[in-house]
């Protein structure tokens, strides 16, 4: 009798061949600028914790005290009977930061896209995508009934084809959406948001915006890319961003207007249909709120860090690409090198990760190191010192 599932062992052994493979290293201690991966102490250069606050005493404490308050998890979907006043306190704390309306708290930024992408448009209307977006956006613009046009990563001259285009179509379209990351995860470049909000109104179209890596990162007091661009909630209709990242813990959210809000919660599937956040998570990123305005040295050491670590690695001869944010790839081309270079860093006693095809286009594999505001000057001059020891030895510089 034939096996029906055979072809699961037959494609992973095709993608480990290919270099493709995600090899799957262990994290036993907290995330921290220094980190036991695999029973060995690293230098962390991967994490998406920018600001250190993963692992920060309030961030846990806050945690910690929630549990004993409200328990371990919410009971339920938040429409039903999981919504606690923790997830209005946290709503009302981040619009207040993010300066908007109202802020929709989801349980990941990848729900908050899969969900609300659909609700906006669907059939007789247009979604126009960066072709550089992240895989959320994608699978969110697929559930959608709505046409689909691409443009060229940040080309403003080629999103305005594109609704010039579109203003053709007939019958009109009902509604027009433009998305974009904010922050590109892969290549660590910014869209240009006001240009893109500038095209949207005169098309009269939606704008919404992917800030994941922007959160935390970009704008006053890390504020994000709408904040980083000084652009108001009529120029940029949706604001998606999550608290994985530079907040240190998981969830997303959806901020901008009251009627955006009003919408999202009554639409979103992903929202309806999943249970709450956990009252641990959601206190966790209420203190990291808290240390946001109260720290805001933090995003500036982040920058400075960003800044010193980027010039000496393009100083040394390596490629860097387009990183304006503290997303630094380092370009090497092969699969196979790409390998080879997180391995001798991780033996080194740096922790980074291959990237690789389909994550990146053929060709351009490469570790992505990502800045942490924590890190000190020492263990800058490290990971230089040694990724110049290694880059030679590879032959990549």
């Not at 010039?164 to 995860?185: C, M, Q, W």
Request: aromatic share 8%; glycine share 8%.
């Amino acid at each position: 009798m034939r096996n029906p599932t055979a072809f699961l062992r037959e494609e992973y052994e095709e993608l480990v061949k290919k270099g493709l493979n995600w090899e799957l290293r262990v994290l036993e201690s907290p995330s921290d600028v220094r980190c036991v991966v695999d029973g060995k102490e690293v230098l962390m250069l991967c994490s998406n914790n920018y600001l250190g606050l993963a692992n920060h005493p309030k961030v846990k404490e806050a945690a910690i005290e929630a549990v004993k308050t409200y328990g371990a998890g919410p009971g339920a979907v938040r429409a039903i009977a999981g919504n606690m006043s923790l997830h209005f306190e946290l709503e009302r704390r981040l619009a207040r930061f993010k300066r908007a309306e109202a802020s929709l708290v989801f349980q990941t930024g990848f729900m908050a896209n899969e969900g609300l992408i659909p609700q906006l448009v669907g059939k007789g209307d247009l979604i126009v995508s960066d072709e550089l977006n992240h895989g959320s956006i994608i699978d969110g613009v697929r559930l959608s009934r709505a046409d689909r046009a691409i443009y060229k990563h940040c080309d403003m001259e080629d999103l305005e084809r594109v609704l010039n285009e579109a203003e053709k179509h007939d019958p009109p379209y009902r509604r027009i959406l433009i998305i974009t990351d904010g922050v590109f995860s892969m290549d660590g470049d910014i869209a240009p948001l006001d240009q893109i909000a500038k095209l949207g109104a005169e098309h009269g179209a939606i704008v919404y915006v992917d800030d994941a890596h922007g959160e935390g990162v970009l704008g006053e007091g890390g504020r994000g890319i709408v904040s980083h661009f000084k652009l108001s909630r009529d120029e940029v209709h949706v604001e998606m961003g999550t608290f994985s990242k530079a907040y240190g813990v998981i969830g997303g959210h959806i901020t901008g207007s009251r009627d955006l809000y009003n919408f999202a919660y009554n639409r979103a599937r992903s929202w309806l249909l999943s249970s709450a956040p956990t009252p641990a998570d959601t206190a966790a990123i209420i203190a990291a709120i808290d240390i946001l305005e109260s720290e805001p040295q933090r995003v500036r050491r982040l920058w400075d860090n960003t800044n010193y670590f980027k010039k000496a690695v393009q100083d040394l001869g390596f490629d860097t690409g387009k990183s304006q944010t503290p997303i630094i790839p380092i370009i090497v081309g092969e699969n196979i090198k790409a390998r080879k270079l997180a391995q001798r860093l991780f033996e080194e006693g740096i922790f980074v990760v291959p990237i690789v095809y389909p994550m990146v286009p053929h060709g351009t594999a490469r570790i992505r190191v990502q800045m942490n505001s924590e890190l000190t000057k020492e263990d800058l001059d490290f990971a230089i010192e040694t990724l110049e020891k290694v880059g030679k030895e590879l032959e990549i510089i």
